[in-house]
T-cell receptor, first 113, second 114 residues
Framework: DAKTTQPPSMDCAEGRAANLPCNHS???????VYWYRQIHSQGPQYIIH???NNETNEMASLIITEDRKSSTLILPHATLRDTAVYYC??????????????FGKGTKLSVIP | KAGVTQTPRYLIKTRGQQVTLSCSPI?????VSWYQQTPGQGLQFLFE???????NKGNFPGRFSGRQFSNSRSEMNVSTLELGDSALYLC?????????????FGPGTRLTVT
């Protein structure tokens, strides 16, 4: 089963790119990587997910290494509203709608003015 | 569309009691999942229901149970409460039922066990 590891905290200057790493060194072929963020006192919010190709949406980009052992979530122009805890989750599928979730402990991102 | 709603938002119970939490998913969503969040353990997956059946389950004792109704609304029950059950309980819904999909989370129910 995948194990996900994230740094506990990071700082980023407002307007700069925020690069949040996640290590999932034991990931296997059928495991996706999902990212969510949680702003204080709210439920987590979906950001992006991927399997092996890099992905981009209106919120962020996800870069997955070729060996799939790590990934980086990129917020291209961080704002103060991006201050939150970011969670990396490995989703292991085992067929017929069955899956297992492995959560990282989360990275608290502080965007500094 | 209204988001995921959870009731109650806050709850205080005594050790040994039982508690039932309620979740109403986004209209049209058929999958409902429950999570426990604590400062020590972080986010942990409890279980997922789809079409009134528990389809996926995390590693929690049998004191934690749930059910889903025909309108996709879900309830979670914890029996014989322990102090360690104090946590934020999050409900999330998703549209597709084929597999894990983008989850929409509610604001959570804060349970305090004394």
């Amino acid at each position: 089963d995948a194990k996900t590891t994230q740094p506990p905290s990071m700082d980023c200057a407002e307007g700069r790119a925020a690069n949040l790493p996640c290590n999932h060194s034991t990931i296997s072929g059928n495991e996706y990587v999902y990212w969510y963020r949680q702003i204080h006192s709210q439920g987590p919010q979906y950001i992006i997910h991927g399997l092996k190709n890099n992905e981009t949406n209106e919120m962020a980009s996800l870069i997955i290494t070729e060996d799939r052992k790590s990934s980086t979530l990129i917020l291209p122009h961080a704002t103060l509203r991006d201050t939150a805890v970011y969670y990396c989750i490995a989703v292991t599928y085992s067929g017929a709608g069955s899956y297992q979730l492995t959560f990282g402990k989360g990275t608290k991102l502080s965007v500094i003015p | 569309k209204a988001g995921v709603t959870q009731t109650p938002r806050y709850l205080i119970k005594t050790r040994g009691q039982q508690v039932t939490l309620s979740c109403s998913p986004i209209s049209g969503h058929r999958s409902v999942s429950w999570y426990q969040q604590t400062p020590g353990q972080g986010l942990q997956f409890l279980f997922e229901y789809f079409s009134e059946t528990q389809r996926n389950k995390g590693n929690f004792p049998g004191r934690f149970s749930g059910r889903q109704f025909s309108n996709s609304r879900s309830e979670m029950n914890v029996s014989t409460l322990e102090l360690g059950d104090s946590a934020l309980y999050l409900c999330a819904s998703s549209f597709t039922g084929e597999s894990y999909d983008e989850q929409y989370f509610g604001p959570g129910t804060r349970l305090t066990v004394t």
